[in-house]
């Protein structure tokens, strides 16, 4: 069992910056890939980012191309947290954010299925 609590969303202007964390408890936080994703009203979840676990496949990271350049997904294994930098935010990325766990894999994965464990979910809102 994974349990996942995110922090850190709210409402800012265009241009302006947020980090988003995701506090992870109950398994070696190390050992497999977290991912962050989001869901704008009327929309399906999409996905944003993820770092592959350390151990084996040294925190590699991947993003959507809506966000490449602008936000940034790291990990720390020493405090079992993940964060989403996000600069130069836009009205477009407003959404709920989630970040999530692939207790199944290590390398990372673009693919809601292959996440076991959710968090709750931050607001992020984005005026123009």
């Known amino acids: 069992q994974v349990q996942l609590v995110e922090s850190g969303g709210g409402l800012v202007q265009a241009g302006d910056s947020l980090r988003l964390s995701c506090a992870a408890s109950?398994?070696?936080?190390?050992?497999?890939?977290m991912g962050w994703f989001r869901q704008a009203p009327g929309k399906d979840r999409e996905f944003v980012a993820f770092v592959a676990a350390t151990r084996l496949s040294g925190a590699r990271t991947y993003y959507a191309d809506s966000v490449k350049g602008r936000f940034t997904i790291s990990r720390d294994n020493a405090k079992n947290t993940v964060y989403l930098q996000m600069n130069s935010l836009k009205p477009e990325d407003t959404a709920v954010y989630y970040c999530?766990?692939?207790?199944?894999?290590?390398?990372?994965?673009?693919?809601?299925?292959?996440?076991?464990?959710w968090g709750q979910g931050t607001q992020v809102t984005v005026s123009s």
């Open positions: 109950g398994r070696t936080f190390s050992s497999y890939a």
């Open positions: 999530a766990a692939d207790t199944g894999g290590s390398m990372g994965s673009y693919s809601l299925s292959d996440y076991e464990y």
